[in-house]
């Protein structure tokens, strides 16, 4: 089980108010870290989304000094396949002017940001931040990244579904194989039976889980199987 | 050794990547007869320019002699969008935790005769051990790739199996292409290393890179020119005016060389 079971599964309610911060706030106190940011630009509908758990007095300094038109965490970030430390950006003249504020704001300079690249052209962009040493910090990372990678997809899908228009168009196509494993899934079965009942390896049988997770929206399998049934796309176990 | 390309820091290798466009034009054409796009002498797809990361394998004089592609899975990738006969009409994968691969190739003539760690055997070991290290340190769990028979086979003869397959084998011009699952796992990489004795970091310092091919400019760009170029950079007062003028010596070596460039990072 991953330690997100208890966080609320915000694809519940598209289109409606959802408490981001709070999700950003159940993120960093879940993985041991100390703040966290979500931005991103729906190309589609040309919407801006960007929310934060950093302290008032910086969000306005950030916004007043328009640091997010050369904060290279976004700039730069949002271009990169892989998770981004920041300590590659520090060299970057525009990293220091943002984060050289930002120590003297008296918050953490160790941090990474998550890029997410959605189907429509849409990037979101997940940035934590640690007050951990350069070493702590990089052996901490290590340890939650994958985690990290999930609730980043996760949380940008959320994000972009709360919009109508691109709810709409992002259909969760299943492929057979996927619902024939939660079809077995919803049945009982343990991923290493529907291994031996599909002739796949069991870590095959993850790999579709996961994927259908994601696709539906969802951080869990038991959600995952219940969103499917609701959707139609299998029958109830 | 391997080094990271990525949007981030093409600007300093421009020519890397060109080397690694001519390299798979003589791949995916020439060799495996794959019906892909060359122009130039060079194969560049769409999917180039969506900003992937390139795993490239380096000699001792920093020629590229392998490379593979990395797109994420959550967004258009080769799967989702080109190789829709392997997945016969399914729906693509879809994880945080999945990279495809892409591209994967290393250059038999650079490295034939060769001896120690400039073999085809060794250099095909070292790019996928940097391709499942890279992904690891990302938060990738596992890899899917687009493969060809034989580059199955020669994972499969490289203690590299794949555990599994998705979809089928399809046709793509004069052979076949499947897409193969390939687990990011501790367990994997020793045991890929271990087949082709690789040991400690296999990941060469930008730095160590990007000086490397400022020298070989130096030598092939006439003196004056060079001294220009140095002046240049050297006055360049931030990031972007630093990357504008190598930019313009990486172009210029290229012009003295015969080179041409067909892409502008």
Redesign the interface.
């Known amino acids: 089980m991953t330690p997100y079971t208890s966080l609320v599964d915000l694809a519940n309610s598209p289109g409606s108010q959802t408490d981001f911060v709070g999700h950003l706030d159940a993120i960093c106190s879940s993985l041991g870290l100390d703040y966290a940011s979500y931005a991103s630009t729906n190309p589609i509908t040309g919407h801006v989304h960007a929310f934060t758990t950093y302290p008032d007095e910086w969000k306005n300094h950030y916004m007043s000094e328009r640091f997010h038109l050369l904060d290279p965490t976004l700039r ?1 970030a949002s ?6 430390d920041w300590q ?1 950006l520090n ?4 990293f220091q002017s943002v984060f050289n504020r930002a120590h003297d704001f008296g918050l953490p300079q160790s941090g990474v940001t ?1 890029p ?4 429509f ?1 849409d ?1 979101g962009l997940l940035s934590v931040t640690s007050d951990l040493t350069a070493s702590d910090w990089h052996s901490h990372k ?1 340890k939650v ?6 609730v ?3 949380l940008h899908d959320s994000v972009m579904n709360s919009e109508r228009l691109t709810h709409l168009l992002r259909r969760a ?6 619902r024939e494993v939660l079809q077995w899934t919803a049945a009982g079965k343990s991923q290493q039976d529907i291994g031996d009942i599909l002739a ?2 069991s ?2 049988v993850e ?2 889980l ?2 259908s997770r ?2 539906l929206g969802t951080l869990t399998t038991a959600q995952a199987v219940g969103r499917a049934i609701s959707l139609g796309l299998i029958m109830p176990g | 050794m391997l080094l990271i390309v990525d949007a981030l820091n093409k600007h300093r290798f421009g020519a890397l990547l060109d080397q690694m466009y001519q390299l798979r034009a003589r791949v995916f054409q020439d060799r495996m007869g794959w019906d892909v796009n060359v122009r130039h002498g060079r194969e560049i797809d769409l999917f180039d320019g969506l900003d992937p990361a390139y795993v490239l394998t380096l000699n001792n004089s920093y020629e590229v002699t392998g490379c593979a592609r990395l797109l994420q899975t959550t967004g258009p990738h080769m799967l989702s969008d080109v190789f829709h006969d392997i997945l016969d009409g399914e729906p693509p994968l879809r994880s945080a935790n999945l990279w495809e691969s892409t591209r994967f190739c290393v250059d038999r003539k650079l490295l034939s005769g060769g001896q120690g760690t400039n073999t085809v055997s060794y250099t095909t070991s070292e790019l996928m051990v940097g391709i499942l290290e890279y992904a690891k340190s990302s938060g990738i769990t596992d890899i899917i790739t687009v493969i060809d028979p034989l580059m199955d086979r020669i994972l499969h003869r490289s203690d590299n199996a794949p555990y599994d397959y998705v979809g089928k084998t399809a046709d793509m011009g004069k052979v076949k292409a499947l897409a193969a699952l390939i687990d990011c796992s501790e367990e994997r990489i020793q045991k890929v290393r271990n087949f082709a004795g690789i040991t400690g970091n296999i990941f060469l310092p930008e730095e160590e890179v990007a000086s490397a091919l400022a020298i070989t400019n130096d030598a092939v760009l006439d003196p004056t020119v060079a001294a220009y170029c140095r002046d240049q950079i050297d006055a360049a007062t931030n990031e972007r005016e630093r990357a504008a003028a190598i930019a313009l010596q990486n172009a210029l070596a290229g012009v003295q060389t015969g080179r041409t460039r067909a892409f502008d990072a």
């Open positions: 730069a271009r990169s396949i892989a998770p981004v590659r060299q970057d003249r525009d998550i997410v690249r959605g189907p052209g990037t290590s990244i994958q985690e990290l990678q999930t980043a997809v996760n196509e299943l492929s057979s194989r996927e796949i390896s870590r095959t790999v579709h996961r994927s994601e696709k």
